[in-house]
């Protein structure tokens, strides 16, 4: 449904084209979204998300690379069908971007006045959109009288006002709380389920990505960098900063006095703490207790936690092993070899 190919986008500060000051805010970008699954784009502030995703309407028409939607490929179409093409786009913003002036109503039905259409086919749409999202009860207020999840689901109704193939989803939920940020999740599972619309979203929050997404894609400094089924990714990162995600979402990091005290090169004295990642039956089989017996360590438990990650259970731990080099090496590579994943956090002074 959604195919960027080696799309880059530069901005230059000059006319000119040829600055050494030029931001490749998007470099070589690689995107395929199936029809009718969601899929989240993540990643830092600045990274080039939303800069991604614009370039799929060509409100930011990319400086290379070609992007296709629904079989057409939108840098080649005219002013006109370009315009008839973005009517097949819905797209919803993080600051909603609602007219004050105009009604629930009218702000949904602004897409088909714009379309020309007739006021009493106008009406035969929006009212359903407004029983759709929630606010039948709300049309005729103003965005004035509105919760900040009620006006983003005005907005979602207006992106579906011209029955879009594609919904773009630019940071919608980051100016909400928790509880909203969850129901307007829900509505955006419900449209694709039920009208089997094809969702692009970029996201800074993990638990965007974990509750509605099926594939994620992460960008860095405007290159993707992964792209992976969301299970896979929640359970085994490629990179160093798609773990960064996954660590500062589980909220699973060493005590300070303890990182303050790792070093990273390891000694006759010292011994590993280290960072355990278990996924699908490592979670329920009792490994820790195992390697106790059959390697000879110690295993002090710092923290641990335990997620479900769709239909996929992920458990995290963070543990010291206690014991000599030669048995610290057996015990990791004896967890390596049950599919557990082991990334050595550094080393600390043995106490014996």
């Not at 005219?78 to 007219?99: E, P, T, V, Y």
């Not at 709380?177 to 389920?193: A, F, K, V, Y």
């Not at 010292?270 to 996924?279: D, E, K, N």
């Amino acid at each position: 449904m959604i195919e960027l190919s080696n799309v880059s986008k530069t901005y230059f500060s000059s006319s000119k084209g040829s600055d050494s000051n030029a931001v490749h805010a998007l470099k070589n970008a690689n995107l395929s979204v199936p029809k009718g699954t969601i899929h989240g784009v993540i990643g830092l502030s600045g990274a080039g998300k939303s800069t991604l995703i614009r370039c799929v309407n060509l409100l930011e028409r990319p400086t290379s690379g070609s992007v296709t939607v629904d079989g057409q490929e939108m840098t080649r179409l005219s002013n006109a069908a370009l315009n008839r093409a973005r009517h097949r786009i819905g797209m919803i913003f993080q600051h909603f971007n609602l007219l004050t002036t105009r009604t629930v109503f009218d702000n949904v039905a602004l897409p088909l006045e714009l379309m020309g259409q007739k006021r009493h086919t106008i009406r035969e749409r929006v009212i359903p959109l407004l029983e759709m999202v929630g606010l039948a009860d709300k049309a005729n207020q103003y965005p004035a009288q509105l919760s900040g999840g009620q006006k983003q689901r005005v907005a979602i109704a207006r992106a579906l006002a011209s029955k879009p193939q594609v919904l773009l989803c630019d940071e919608a939920t980051s100016a909400l709380d928790p509880q909203t940020t969850g129901s307007i999740l829900e509505l955006l599972r419900d449209i694709n389920h039920k009208l089997g619309i094809t969702i692009l979203l970029i996201t800074h929050e993990m638990e965007v990505v974990k509750s509605i997404c099926h594939r994620v894609s992460l960008i860095s400094d405007g290159e993707l960098v992964e792209d992976s089924e969301v299970g896979d990714f929640f359970t085994a990162p490629r990179t160093q900063l798609g773990r960064e995600f996954l660590n500062d979402f589980l909220q699973l990091t060493p005590p300070k006095e303890l990182m303050e005290r790792l070093v990273d090169v390891p000694g006759e004295s010292t011994h590993p703490v280290v960072r355990l990642t278990f996924s699908g039956d490592a979670v329920s089989t009792p490994l820790i207790s195992r390697l106790a017996r059959e390697c000879g360590v110690d295993v002090s438990i710092l923290q641990a936690k335990v997620e479900s990650i769709q239909e996929r259970t992920l458990g995290l731990m963070i543990a010291e092993l206690l014991g000599t080099p030669e048995q610290t090496q057996q015990a990791m590579t004896y967890l390596e070899s049950h599919q557990l994943q082991v990334e050595v956090l550094g080393h600390v002074q043995r106490n014996d």
